[in-house]
């Protein structure tokens, strides 16, 4: 009979280990989207951010990301006319929670919902995952919409949060529900007619050179928050004035100035040109 209990206790761990782990949801329905665009909350799915925390500034922290920034509001990427896939990688965080190791990405061309798989270690013989997980995809040209078609990606996570009683709470769109829906982001792809001769430059390796002499480079904000990196030579005393002009009426610029480790910040200017320009004045000491 001892032989037995020991056994039968040890049963009973494993399954209440296993037990809590959130319910598996749902497959996503068929067919597009209805948009909340105004709230940023989409019918029947849940938002990319939680609800239930919020960092000291009270912006609600990000669960489902998607693109190189770790930004919610990254909505527009570029595709080449020679490239057949766009590489999309994303992460969802739920720190103290789950994610589940499937999502999903809307097939614009057949119209169906395309499931993936999460990278991560599955917990006690679910499929979640604990804390965080991610994955870059690779998706088919012919399954993405281009301009102003919208694109779909669906991620799901789970947490208890104290103070909102004892169960998961998994894509909630407000502290009160509904909850269990499917995290969506949504991107639209620009197969580049509106980038500007320099791009891509938006990271330091990609930085192009600027002329020193005066001339003028012109470059365009697409998306809106583009970042561009240009670099220049300078020989120790030289003085130079760094600036933006001839600004569209939609843009406002800020401007960092790096050293050549392209880490150290040397100075950072937002209005100190003209209207919503930016302009540095520096002196080099090093060459």
Known sequence: MKKIGVVLLFVCI?????????PEPGTPGAGALSLGRATGIFD???????????????????????????DIDEEVFFIGPNEQQLILPLDVQQLGGYVYGRG???????????????????????NFIANQAGVTLNIDRDALGTGDVTNFVLTYSCKKYTGHG???KCGCSSTTGPCNQWMLQYFYLDEGTNRDQFEPDNTLAQ???????????????????????????????????????????????????????????????????DGLASMIIFRAENT
């Open 207 to 273: 930085a192009v050179v600027i002329p020193t002499d005066g001339t003028l480079q012109s470059h365009s904000f697409t998306p809106a928050r583009d970042i561009d990196f240009v670099k220049f030579d300078a020989t120790a005393g030289e003085r130079f004035i760094i600036r933006t002009t001839n600004l569209g009426d939609m843009a406002d610029t800020v401007m960092s100035l790096f050293d050549t480790d392209g880490v150290t910040e040397i100075a950072f200017d937002d209005d100190g040109g």
């Open 14 to 22: 494993i399954i209440l280990g296993c037990s809590d782990v959130p």
């Open 166 to 168: 004892t169960d998961f």
């Open 44 to 70: 029947g799915y849940g938002p990319a951010f939680s609800v239930f925390e919020e960092d000291g500034s009270g912006i609600p922290p990000p669960l489902f990301t998607i693109g190189s920034e770790q």
């Open 104 to 126: 999903y990405y809307y097939n614009v061309g057949n119209g169906v919902w395309e499931p993936f798989s999460l990278d991560g270690e599955r917990v006690g013989g679910s």
